[in-house]
């Protein structure tokens, strides 16, 4: 079942799990570009690739969508978030959420189902924080990379650290962030279900 948290709730749980003298183990954080070192797809499973959402407002925007994840040792995906999130018709701003959140569902509802295995064989599998930017392309002229090249994480410790330093700056931890992610979760949740659904044929 996936788990789709806003970018701040996620980054001050992950801050939680990291801090020093914490008797839970510490995820590792990995940047996309290495966590072919740590995991690879899992190769008896057809990785998800989530679909333009039909139920876009407009459906020549350009849209990308940067989640951050955990690996388990088990392979499967959990913790997702918010990290990042670029349109074409806003794209100096944060877009509103009638806007992006059918493309956030649609992600995190194909995240959910990825699936890895240790990079090496033999290798002990590790709890691993990782992103993935995940483009949308609306526009018959733009590239699946030239969008994703728009929402791409290049240092993920280096964004944690900082969006966890600005979020306990403002003190806004609030009770209205915690009830946001816990609505668009419900609406992850039903979207999974229907995915899987789908796939067993239901």
């Given amino acids: 079942m996936a788990s789709l948290r806003t970018p701040l709730i996620a980054i001050l749980l992950l801050g ?11 995820p590792l954080i990995v940047s996309a570009s290495d966590l ?21 407002v407009d459906k020549s925007e350009d849209v990308c969508i940067s989640l951050g994840f955990q690996v388990n040792p088990d392979g499967k995906t959990s913790e997702m978030s918010v990290l990042k999130v670029w349109s074409s018709k806003s794209p100096k701003k944060q877009p509103k959420d009638e806007v992006i959140n059918p493309f956030l569902r649609n992600a995190a ?3 959910s189902l990825w699936r890895f295995v240790p990079a090496k064989p033999g290798a002990e599998a590790e709890t691993v924080y990782t992103s993935t930017a995940i483009p949308f392309a609306g526009n018959a002229g733009s590239s699946a990379d030239q969008v994703r090249s728009n929402c791409e994480i290049n240092d993920l410790k280096a964004f944690v650290t900082r969006a966890q330093q600005q979020a306990y700056r403002r003190g806004d931890m609030n009770k209205a962030r915690t009830e946001e992610a816990q609505r668009v979760n419900t609406h992850v949740n039903e979207d999974v ?5 789908r796939t067993n044929g239901g």
Avoid: F, I
């Fill in 16 to 26: 939680a799990t990291t801090g020093v003298g914490l008797a839970a183990k510490t």
């Fill in 36 to 56: 072919a070192s740590h995991y690879k797809p899992a190769p008896d499973v057809q990785p998800a690739v989530p679909g333009y959402p039909a139920a876009a």
């Fill in 109 to 111: 509802a194909a995240v």
């Fill in 193 to 197: 279900n229907n995915v899987l659904r």
